[in-house]
């Protein structure tokens, strides 16, 4: 039924091994990071609200190559899938970072648009007489919603010497929340202020874990555009209440030792939020009838929701099978443990 278990568990064996890890996150020319969800505070973090977000088992490395040239100096580009395929190759002049060759000219452009940024950032980034060879490899499907640009730009930021914050605000905005995860490599819980953005790195270990399962709702959502339409709401008196409410949830969940207590938390923070959005909870349109708490993730009406139910794990998967739902992952299974990568 878990169609990327095998993948998952192929990775959860491979960061057992520590010198793998350390080659993968400490080599010079090899970078790595964690793709993230947020469980709390979606939107109206980009209000100041606290957000409780955490680092996934799947993310994205970076591998860089180079050799002197006599002739133009270059980068060729390659993106993997989580499948190994290459999805996008592209070739820059590093002169101006022209593209040379592409095989998807939307895409070329917008990486054409952060080269130039952290050329901008840091004017020494690829100066050199060299040829480059860069591969990137997605380890989830894109339409996931795990952070697949995020984890690129603060990739690219390591590499390049420069801030993922600022690399982020010139590029895709939001709020740096996933930046915060890719950084801290662990569960966080996030602020901004403005362009200034606060996080702590916190242990998490609710004692129902085996009751939650993250599950897919085959529906991508354009994180740019999500931003667009909640900038575009009006306000009501009350909504500095919700965000302080949503901030204190985000506090309280990371204390939350009983299940039912924590489905309450989720409740009220859906009912919060579908009144800013002014849109109907997942859990009223798609799972009127679930024995539990669905609560959306991220962008409301795609990417991932987060199941719990005092039914125990067979119930959550039955459910969300016999409605057609097949990437039904445990939270186990998808959230990584901080420790793998903080020695």
């Known amino acids: 039924m878990n169609i990327l278990n095998p993948i998952i568990s192929t990775l959860k064996s491979i960061r057992g ?14 970078f790595y990071s964690p793709g993230k969800l947020m469980l709390t505070g979606e939107y109206v973090v980009l209000d100041g609200a606290s957000s409780l977000a955490l ?44 593209i040379i060759e592409s095989s998807d000219q939307k895409l070329s ?13 840091n004017i020494h980034f ?11 490899n997605v380890e989830f499907p894109l339409n996931w919603g795990l952070g697949s640009s995020s984890t690129l730009l603060f990739n690219i930021s390591q590499w390049a010497y420069v801030s993922p914050f600022a690399l982020s605000r010139r590029t895709f905005g939001g709020s740096g929340c996933d930046i915060a995860v890719a950084e801290a490599k662990g569960p966080v819980i996030f602020n901004k202020e403005d362009d ?7 242990n998490l270990d609710f004692p129902f874990k085996e009751s939650l399962y993250f599950v897919h709702l085959d529906q991508k959502q354009n994180t740019q555009s999500e931003i667009k339409y909640y900038k575009s709401l009006t306000r009501d008196d009350d909504f500095d209440k919700k965000v302080q409410r949503i ?23 859906e009912d919060i939020v579908s009144s800013i959005l002014k849109r109907k909870k997942v859990k009223d349109l798609l799972f009127n009838d679930f024995e539990g708490q669905v609560k959306s993730l991220g962008a409301w009406g795609g990417d991932f929701v987060l ?12 459910y969300f099978k016999n ?21």
Not at 307 to 318: D, K, L, M, R
């Open 17 to 30: 091994n520590s010198n793998t890890i350390d080659s993968r996150t400490l080599g010079l020319h090899n």
């Open 55 to 98: 680092p996934t088992m799947l993310g994205q490395s970076l591998k860089v190559q180079s050799r002197k040239t006599f002739s133009t100096p270059c980068l060729n580009w390659e993106g993997l899938d989580y499948q190994g395929k290459k999805w996008v190759s592209v070739k820059f002049n590093l002169t101006d970072f022209s």
């Open 109 to 121: 452009l917008k990486l054409q648009n952060i080269f130039r940024e952290v050329r901008d950032l």
């Open 126 to 136: 690829l100066r050199e007489d060299k040829e480059y060879f860069v591969t990137s």
């Open 196 to 202: 200034h953005q606060e996080w702590k790195l916190i």
């Open 247 to 269: 901030s204190d949830i985000s506090k309280l969940i990371i204390k939350c030792s009983s299940i039912i207590q924590f489905q309450n938390y989720l409740s009220e923070h």
């Open 307 to 318: 199941a719990v139910s005092n039914n125990g794990p067979e119930y959550i998967q039955t």
């Open 323 to 343: 409605l057609g739902f097949n990437t039904v992952i445990s939270y186990n299974d998808l959230i990584t443990d901080s420790s793998i990568f903080i020695k």
